[in-house]
């Protein structure tokens, strides 16, 4: 039975050593990062870039008609409980640094579902959060918001990558528990960025901060920075519309996907 594997693992931060196992019984594999094929290489795997499906499904939610607001900014503390319980206190710290420095800036926190939404009311009813800055949260509104807002601050995820097709400026940032960082760091040492679109553009694009380096006085200036009119906003900007571009084109990833994998079907035995 011919197998195509869609979408590759990501072998190249976890368990390299699954790509030879994965050329034994896999046919082709389709990639959604330009970098991938790269990582097979040394096998004899058939491995092909296709570009990534976020392409399709964001143009569909581009709205033209959207301008964006230079005070707006969003928080995006991540999807998971966890998550949103670790970096949320201290994006709201951040927060409320910016606005005594810049009166003017507003908060959204956009969030996926509802569920996701009370985790963040109730992170922001405690721990000395409470009246700190003003937040406002809206619920399903994601990617309406990305093409609204001025920048971010965000967990690094596909979220990211979400923003730097709608032309979001982000800082990234992420906490884990201090074990899986431990073992993570020995896991991914290999990689020279944690944030997908750096690792696209080959560069940094977004900032990162990870773990103890998550805190106000290293956030608030690296936000500054990609405000309008901030030191590294056009770096940015030309960051992710090069990361964008090296996904490809964004009519043509899913036909691309499908023609692979009925080539390799037109090829199979009858049954």
Known sequence: MPV????????????????????????????????????????????????HPLLENLAAERDPSLVRDPDLVLLL?????????????????????????????????PA?????????????ACGGLAGLVDVQIDVGRTHHWMQRAAAGIAASGTVTMEAAILGLPLVSVYRLAPLTHALGRLVLRGLPYFTIV?????????????????????????????????????????????AVTALGAATAVSRTAARLVLEVAGEAPSL
């Open 112 to 124: 996926p579902r509802e569920r996701v939404a009370e985790i963040a009311r109730q992170c922001l």
């Open 198 to 242: 750096n690792l696209v553009a080959g560069r940094e694009v977004f900032a990162e901060f990870l773990q103890g380096e998550v805190r106000a006085e290293r956030l608030v200036p690296a936000l500054e920075a990609i405000l309008p009119g901030g030191s590294r906003r056009g770096e940015v900007e030309a960051g992710m519309a090069a």
């Open 4 to 51: 195509v594997y869609y979408i590759s693992p990501q072998i190249w931060a976890w368990k390299r050593g699954r790509r030879h196992q994965m050329a034994a019984w896999c046919r082709r594999l389709l990639c959604i990062f330009p970098f991938e094929p790269a990582h097979f290489a040394d096998t004899t795997l058939d491995v092909r870039f296709v570009g």
């Open 77 to 109: 503390p991540g999807s998971r409980r966890s998550e949103v319980e670790r970096l949320l206190p201290d994006l709201v710290r951040t927060a409320a640094v910016l606005r005594e420095r810049h009166p003017a800036l507003r908060f959204v926190l």
